[in-house]
């Protein structure tokens, strides 16, 4: 993209503190301050446009936010992660009109501490959140359940809060 075709996005009222792109490149999520989330969408001069704000899932602040893989449906997922020490995983739900329609539909939990990211693996079968309280958390999709994630693992032993998580780029 040339610099000529950067636009400006006005989009929270308060300090945005994460953006994810989607895979596609027709998605732009924006978490903020204000405990919503903005998803835009391309529109017919090539800028992006406000398809659908996010909101109640989150007490606190948005801290991270990442698009799931794309699935062989089709279907868009979202996880964002908070300072209120959840996740939540936003889906697609079906629209006849065909309007952008995310809704929150699984709540990741158990960290004590404000969650600073989360990550999904290469296929989607893993999410892996970081906190404050010094662990990472894997979560599995159940077998035979499809996006319904339980936890895996705890990995602990961190002497500091831990701020980044990021899986490998061909691998689970």
Not at 132 to 151: A, H, L, N, P, Q
């Amino acid at each position: 993209m040339a610099l000529a075709e950067l636009h400006h996005i006005r989009c929270h009222d308060d300090k945005v503190w994460t953006l994810a792109w989607h895979h596609s490149g027709q998605f732009i999520a924006t978490g903020s301050s204000d405990k919503l989330i903005k998803v835009w969408g391309k529109d017919e001069s090539g800028g992006f446009e406000l398809k659908t704000t996010l909101d109640g899932a989150h007490t606190r602040t948005i801290r991270s936010l990442a698009w799931s893989p794309v699935s062989e449906s089709g279907t868009l997922v979202l996880a964002s992660s908070s300072f209120d020490a959840t996740t939540c995983l936003w889906m697609q739900e079906s629209s006849e009109t065909g309007e952008l329609n995310l809704e929150p539909y699984q709540t990741l939990e158990g960290q004590e501490n404000e969650v600073k990211c989360v990550a999904w693996s290469v296929s989607g079968t893993y999410v892996a959140t970081c906190s404050r309280d010094k662990t990472i958390w894997i979560f599995e999709e159940e077998e035979g359940e499809v996006m319904e994630y339980s936890c895996n693992g705890v990995l602990s032993g961190h002497s500091q809060d831990v701020k980044y998580v990021k899986w490998h780029p061909n691998r689970d």
